[in-house]
């Protein structure tokens, strides 16, 4: 072998090598997949100081590794219409998904919280189903009841369903997950013992922070801090539950949502804010060159409640970046929406629905083989969806309102367009109580009356 040929037969080997490296794999196989992490309510505004503060050494390294950038979101930010949006690449003109519940009254004259039954559109899952690709579905926004698809599946209603009080049917979480016969593997993740589960965690005891605080305060007077404890059980029961079907599962879609940081979003400004910071901050918006300063300290200042909260998910994270499993796979990490600072009735609010200005926007963030990392734009809920099917390689629907993030790639594909269909639902179980449940939950959060 001359000098030349050899040369060039290393140029080739070393190619291989490289290209076997940068492969993206789950359970052996060569078909590169993708981890989805939905954070409702994540913004750059909290993040970013704690980042700053060096308390979130993983979120650093992440954005150093990452492309990232803020995900442009639909007004009223409420939060099924977004992540429906987010499932689909699509508008909620055509997902049907416009509110929490239906706007038209049914025939008992009530109006029913949305279901996925109620999504007119085919998701992101139904698409990787159609091309035979296998997917683990956790604590989807809007996803119960689950239907059949080529995976796991386990709906939002399961930690509800998982955490009431027990009666004696056996199996009585079994319409929340697919295949039914699988919830029973969850049974012994289920922990109820609040006081450990913040121990685990070290998520904080908010509403005994807030009663300590004195003034007569008392947190079962407060909507969504009397509720809490119950978050804080379903959070963990759905991050350990995602966790295990990591470990255990071949997938190459893996997409969990969690729900956190929007819950402690909605009291922490109001609870945990001192009053004489929100009258100064109320004094700000009245002088336009003093505003974002002071808007930049509110951000700081909740960033800190929420401190503990990003440091958990860090925890969640880390047993997902650490795996091999996650060594050559995409991760994308992405929220509805953020927060933000508004006046009404000469009180400052902290909150994404107003109704009256745009939706504060949300983050994404992508890393894997080929990802040029830093900081891209123009980034919408309607392109997280078809990023994720280019990344798996798989044709596109041809009506989806986002493209795939191009520019941040170092490769392009050719795009196919196909037309999905969703398939007519196999399991029509209503459950009542469950949906009693979701309402009481959207009420605690002041999203319905
Ligand atoms: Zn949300």
Redesign the pocket.
Known sequence: MNKKIARRFALIVACSLAALCCSPRSGGGNKPTVIMIGL??ASWELIDPLIAKGRLPLFKKLKEQSAWGVLRTSTP???PI??TSIATGKTEAKHGIDDFRSKKPNAQGKYSVYTALDIRQPLLWDMLDANGRRTVLVNWYLSFPPQPLNGIHVSDYFRMRALQPRDSKKGATDNTVFPAQRASDFEGLIEQDYAKVLRQSGLPDFPLRYDGMGGGRDHEHHGILKKYREFVLQETLVQKVAARLFRTEKFDLFAVYFKLP?IVQHFAFDCFVDESFKKELLSAFAEPRALPGRLAEAYDRVADVLCPVYQNIETVLSGYLDSEKAAGAYVMIV???GFHFFVRDRVVHYN?VNGMEKAPNGICLVRGPGVKPGRFSLASIYDVAPTALYLLGLALDRDMDGRPWFKVFSFRKPLRFTHYKRKPPRFRRKNRKLDEESLRELKALGYIN
């Open positions: 409702d309510g930010a409420k939060s977004i992540w929007d929220s509805d929406h994404h």
